[in-house]
């Protein structure tokens, strides 16, 4: 049994120096049989009050760690392990000790580094009448390239001064710094990286960490590379409209698309809840209509579209998939669940990653409609429930793609300026900003407009209801480019009772559609109501007395080179049904933006 001693050298503190110069922590490899080994840990208090509670944080080797624990919590951030007390042991009387202990796998049980006890050396080597720093301030990211960021801190405090800083990258130290900026380098395009700094005296004491930043690097793109491809698959796509996993391989979409987000799960009493459990998981397949021409037995513990997108991905494992929550319909429950953030995270943690349904989803998209603002339903939760959710969401799912959609209104005062998407923006992989549904005939009696123009134009509606005009607020907010993906329909919305072929005529309603008044899928209106004139790079089509807007191959091959041009991540698409039976403006979309 062989006792490790820590040098102070290498340990890094956190917080709390006076109650940890009065306590020591000393661990011991007590046995080890090759692929694994048993640890123990010794708390003392060698102070002379009591303590209330512990804490004990250590660095392992990577591929070492903890498999079970005794008569402690053990939990870990990467190779940073930590060690809290259970509710009967936290208490330790001046001269008193406890032991605690655990089995480990891998080859460095021996080696431990970096030891803190409630945030001070292990060793209790405090500096008496010397405190350690304060915590440097979160860092902000300036430049930001395919393979660099540029990170800046405010300076902490200390009472006899501040040697240098320490970058961490995760929870690896990259760096130690004299000043208050950083750039890291060598980093991969589209790659999102958490950063946070602490401060060391001199009196080699170091502080507590900063709060982290996570940022993303530009470029890269969609999964694997590349610009994202992304489409939304609806939960109720199975009914009416006949439409299935199936239909996105044969097609030839699931070769051209990289990301697909099922929608949509619900959002109700402080929670994630699946949406149509028929649908999702119980509507049995047969040969015919499975992807993989296998029928469901009666028997299968899984069925529904879930079962149906596992053998897609199996088929074409390029491709991710995300749950979505909320949208129009659902989204009144953001409200209540936001009051508990990280409950509300957690539940949607456990449904997404529920067994039943192992390897199907890659991460969660919330489509929230509208923070702060009125959409089917009003939230007043204020500018930074946008930040906070996302934080929240972001520090429960770890590295799992994490996405929202979010409004285009950039309109003074409009619903982009309602919340804090710039400050939010840190935690997601990027935003589905859409840029549709700008007109319609919610407004039954015209002016009839197109529903996703590109730009402005001679007698548009509303000045700033246009895809550029919300685009260009982002950016100009700080958000990367690379975090915004740019919104297209696979659908047109139209008016009835119009005489004037160009744009801005009136109208006497909604003109009828196959499912429902005002709207209807490209499918079908490439045919019945073909396109007669473009305008603000969509297309527009008069016949007899309906007028419709929608895009085409050739403007969508359009919105992508803007897309481009604007450096953008890529596109998203509401929502893949619209589409014709081979997949045409799937393609487009493909192809323009390469």
């Known amino acids: 049994m062989a006792a490790v001693a820590i040098p102070l050298a290498a340990m890094v503190g956190l917080a709390s120096p006076a109650q940890a110069a009065g306590a020591t922590a000393t661990y011991q490899k007590a046995s080890d049989w090759g692929t694994g080994f048993e640890g123990r840990w010794t708390v003392k208090n060698t102070g002379t009050a009591p303590l209330s509670s512990w804490s004990i944080s250590w660095d392992f080797p990577a591929g070492t760690s903890v498999t079970s624990a005794w008569d402690a919590d053990v939990t870990n951030t990467g190779t940073r392990w930590t060690a809290k007390n259970k509710s009967y042991n936290g208490s330790l009387a001046p001269g008193a000790s406890l032991t605690f202990g655990f089995n480990g796998s891998g080859s460095g049980g021996g080696n431990v580094t970096d030891c803190t006890l409630n945030g001070d050396p292990c060793d209790g080597g405090g500096i008496p009448g010397d405190g350690a720093p304060s915590a440097p301030g979160t860092p902000s990211a300036g430049n930001i390239t395919d393979t660099s960021i540029a990170l800046s801190w405010t300076a902490a405090t200390d009472d006899k001064g501040i040697k240098n800083y320490d970058v961490y990258r995760g929870s690896t130290k990259v760096a130690t710094v004299t000043g208050t900026t950083y750039t890291d380098t060598g980093l991969s395009a589209g790659t999102p990286y958490t950063y946070s700094v602490r401060a060391r005296d001199t009196a080699d004491q170091v502080g507590p960490a900063s709060g982290s930043r996570t940022v993303t690097t530009t470029g890269g793109g969609g999964p694997g590379g590349g610009k994202i491809k992304m489409g939304y698959f609806t939960e109720w796509g199975v009914y009416q409209r006949n439409y299935h996993a199936k239909n996105l391989d044969i097609s030839g979409t699931a070769q051209k698309i990289n990301t697909i987000n099922y929608a949509f799960g619900n959002v109700q009493n402080g929670r994630c809840t699946m949406g149509d459990s028929y649908a999702a998981i119980e509507k049995a397949y047969g040969a015919g209509e499975s992807v993989d021409g296998v029928a469901d037995t009666w ?296």
């Open 299 to 594: 028997d299968q513990p899984l069925r529904g579209n879930f079962n149906q997108l596992l053998k897609l991905k199996k088929k074409h494992p390029h491709i991710k998939i995300l749950w979505s929550f909320g949208g129009w319909t659902w989204s009144g429950g953001f409200t209540q669940a936001m009051q508990n953030p990280a409950a509300f995270a957690q539940s949607c943690y456990d449904l997404v990653y529920d067994p039943r349904w192992q390897g199907l989803f890659d991460g969660i998209d919330l489509d929230w409609e509208y923070p702060n603002a009125c959409g089917l339903t009003c939230d007043s939760s204020g500018p930074a429930v946008m930040k906070n959710m996302m934080q929240a969401f972001r520090a429960t799912f770890g590295n799992k793609l994490v996405t929202a959609a979010i409004t285009a209104d950039a309109s003074s005062a409009g619903k982009i300026d309602k919340a804090d998407y710039a400050g939010a923006a840190q935690y997601v992989d990027w935003y589905n900003v859409m840029t549709y549904d700008f007109f319609g005939a919610w407004d039954a009696q015209g002016p009839t407009a197109p529903h996703s123009p590109l730009t402005s134009y001679n007698g548009i509606p509303i000045a700033a209801f246009h895809s550029d005009a919300a685009i260009q607020k982002l950016k100009g907010m700080g958000i990367p480019p690379a975090k915004l993906l740019l919104g297209v329909g696979f659908y047109g919305r139209g008016w009835t009772g119009v005489t004037q072929s160009a744009p801005g005529g009136s109208a006497t309603g909604p003109a009828p559609g196959k499912y429902e008044q005002g709207i209807d899928d490209y499918k079908e209106l490439k045919g019945r109501c073909p396109a007669t004139g473009t305008v603000a790079g969509t297309a527009y089509a008069h016949c007899g007395n309906q007028w419709w807007s929608y895009d085409t191959p050739a403007t969508l091959t359009a919105k992508m080179t803007y897309a481009k041009n604007q450096n953008l991540g890529g596109a998203f698409i509401w929502e893949l049904s619209g589409d014709t039976a081979n997949g045409e403006l799937m393609t487009a979309v493909h192809n323009g933006l390469g």
